[in-house]
């Protein structure tokens, strides 16, 4: 029998990992427009060393990326836990430590929020009384910021909550969607009346798991994206855009620049605006709410100072700065106290990261600008004596996809859309759809596969492989 060929759009870690899984079951082949794959996932190496410029992370207690980087042959010695989680805020021009116990910055204990000075007398008293407020019914989604505003008071949104979804989603708290953004807090205001003894029980329920949180490999994250693309070999086309998407009642008809080929499948692992674009003849309506989903373009900026310099670097693996303080920096990751494998007696490096959804000044400076500004910037906050004796600007146009107000309800008209008027066949998933981060990456690049699998590979649905869904199925990351 032929076997069925599987067409995967987009070398993310998504694509990628995806083709690995059903690389023995079908004939695949992975399109990546870029020259290189590994989507945000990216390794340069600056001051000697490889140091990661996208994600330089994944969560290390949902198993799925750990999982897949030991399916691909990386092993303890390759996977290192962070020296220290202090964090602090930048916060009225002096840095202060971020608050324990707190959920995505919104707090579940008084406490510790007191000590850290993060607030004004007045701004702690109005956090308070969160206990005694009476709960408010408000049916359907609601932004981050009403909901944690409403409870504790603006500050809390603004010097705590704020910065942390900055650095997730490079998004506004008052636009991103409390159940798709921020599922632990949504969760603990459904279930209780106060919201900061829901987020308490939330936190209670960890106690005793001592397993550091996030995880990272030795070589840079772009090892894993790279050992994926190395077992595919040729199933890889990298600098190869898809030009467009259609169905001619019996196979998918994938379009090159050197001609159209048929699939029996196609998975779209692409950014919703590349999405929308493929499907825009042949799914109007899929696409229409594809192009709703806005991105936030963002940059990091790679510095390695002489250690010389950096005697007076307060303790803690970096900085969160909140939007009012009118800086350009949003945050700063110092690698060289973070990560037990960059710390050297030769280089100090950290990475920077600036751009936010409804702020795209950062990213209209030229480089020069971008890089003697952030420099400067992280000089002043973290008392390093001279300038960065190495600087990289990477730039990530339209990289972080928006979970706005209603995302959930717009994934749930995407899904009734596929399955009534799509076409066997078509798969979809990445950030957009299935949570950012590699874990919730490698978990999608499963579920894709699965999918896949149950419609393309004769007995596959008999040997246990769930049914196609064919759509995007929302999770907490």
């Known amino acids: 029998m032929t076997a069925r060929r ?53 969560l290390a207690r949902q198993p799925e990326a750990e999982r897949l980087a030991r ?65 408010r019914q408000v049916p359907g989604d609601r932004s981050v910021a009403d909901l944690v505003g409403e409870r504790f008071g603006p500050a809390v949104v603004d010097r705590l909550v704020e910065p942390l979804l900055a650095g997730v989603y490079a998004g506004n708290a008052g636009s991103l969607s409390a159940q798709a953004a921020a599922p632990p807090v949504w969760s603990a205001a459904r279930e209780h009346r106060s919201l900061l003894r829901g987020l308490a029980a939330h936190r209670e329920r960890a106690v005793g798991d001592d397993r550091p949180v996030f995880k990272t490999l030795r070589g840079g994250l772009g090892t894993l994206t790279d050992r994926l693309a190395d077992e595919l070999g040729a199933q890889v086309r990298v600098g190869t855009a898809i030009r467009g998407l259609a169905h001619d009642g019996r196979r998918w008809r994938v379009r090159l620049d050197t001609g159209t080929e048929p699939f029996d499948a196609v998975v779209l692992a692409v950014p919703p605006a590349v999405a929308a674009d ?81 702020d795209p000044g950062a990213l209209s400076l030229d480089d020069d600008e971008v890089l003697e500004r ?15 004796r190495e600087r990289r600007l990477v730039r990530w146009p339209a990289a972080l996809p928006q979970y706005d107000v209603g995302h959930h309800a717009r994934l749930d008209r995407i899904r009734t859309h596929l399955e009534t008027e799509a076409p066997a066949g078509l798969h979809l998933g990445g950030a957009a ?33 769930p049914p196609a869904v064919r759509s995007p199925a929302p999770r907490e990351h």
Do not use: C, N
């Open 71 to 135: 399916e691909v042959g990386f092993g303890d010695d390759d996977m290192v836990a962070p020296a220290t989680g202090q964090v602090w805020l930048w916060l009225r021009g002096r840095l202060r430590p971020l608050p324990a116990a707190t959920v995505l910055g919104v707090p579940a204990q008084l406490r510790p929020l007191a000590r850290s000075g993060a607030l004004r007398p007045a701004e702690l008293a109005r956090a308070a009384v969160e206990p005694l407020l009476p709960r």
């Open 6 to 58: 599987v067409a995967i759009v987009g070398g993310g870690l998504t694509g990628l990992a995806t083709a690995w899984h059903l690389r023995d079951d079908v004939e695949v082949e992975v399109f990546e427009a870029a020259s290189r794959v590994g989507g945000q996932i990216h390794t340069i190496e600056l001051a000697g060393e490889p140091l990661d410029v996208g994600a330089d992370a994944f």
């Open 374 to 388: 952030v420099d400067a910037e992280v000089r002043w906050a973290l008392r390093l004596a001279r300038p960065a």
């Open 278 to 358: 493929l499907l825009a003849s042949t799914l109007p309506e899929v696409a229409r709410e594809l192009a709703g989903i806005r991105s936030a373009s963002v940059g990091v900026v790679a510095l390695a100072y002489d250690p010389r310099d950096a005697q007076r670097v307060p303790p803690g693996s970096g900085i969160l700065v909140p939007r009012s303080e009118g800086r350009l920096v949003k945050a700063v990751t110092v690698s060289s106290r973070k990560w037990p494998h960059q710390a050297a007696p030769d280089r100090f490096v950290l990475r920077a990261s600036v751009g936010r959804v409804d």
């Open 433 to 465: 759809f299935d949570g950012v981060g590699l874990a919730a990456r490698a978990r999608d690049a499963s579920r894709l596969a699965e999918e896949v699998r149950a419609v393309t590979v004769p007995g596959a649905a008999e040997r246990g492989a």
